[in-house]
Nanobody, 125 residues
Framework: QVQLVESGGGLVQAGDSLRLSCAASGRTTTNYPMGWFRQAPGKEREFVSAVSWSGVAAEYADSVKGRFTISRDNAKNTMYLQMNSLKLEDTAVYYC??????????????????WGQGTQVTVSS
């Protein structure tokens, strides 16, 4: 089993930055892709970004390209999401996820076996 714990969420103003962290414990996640998803009230969970097991390859939703940066530190079993130039529409609960195999279709939640409990990000005007 893998346990994922997100942190770093909070209340910020539009244009501000936040850095989310996802700490993994239990079985190692270092060999598999990990990703970030988010869910706003009344909306479905949506893909934000994902990173390969090595950290070399990454994919982003169009809505966050150029503003968010995903990274991971396998030595620390931790993944990060640097969020800059935050917008009102970025308000959501952010979840981290870990896959159980190397080749996954990043944007699809069903590709991930493990999920964290989420951290709230609220962007105000």
């Amino acid at each position: 089993q893998v346990q994922l714990v997100e942190s770093g969420g909070g209340l910020v103003q539009a244009g501000d930055s936040l850095r989310l962290s996802c700490a993994a414990s239990g079985r190692t996640t270092t060999n598999y892709p990990m990703g970030w998803f988010r869910q706003a009230p009344g909306k479905e969970r949506e893909f934000v970004s994902a990173v390969s097991w090595s950290g070399v390859a990454a994919e982003y939703a169009d809505s966050v390209k150029g503003r968010f940066t995903i990274s991971r530190d396998n030595a620390k079993n931790t993944m990060y999401l640097q969020m800059n130039s935050l917008k009102l529409e970025d308000t959501a609960v952010y979840y981290c996820a870990a896959a159980e195999r190397r080749r996954v279709d990043y944007p699809y939640p069903n590709e991930y076996a493990y999920w964290g409990q989420g951290t709230q990000v609220t962007v105000s005007s």
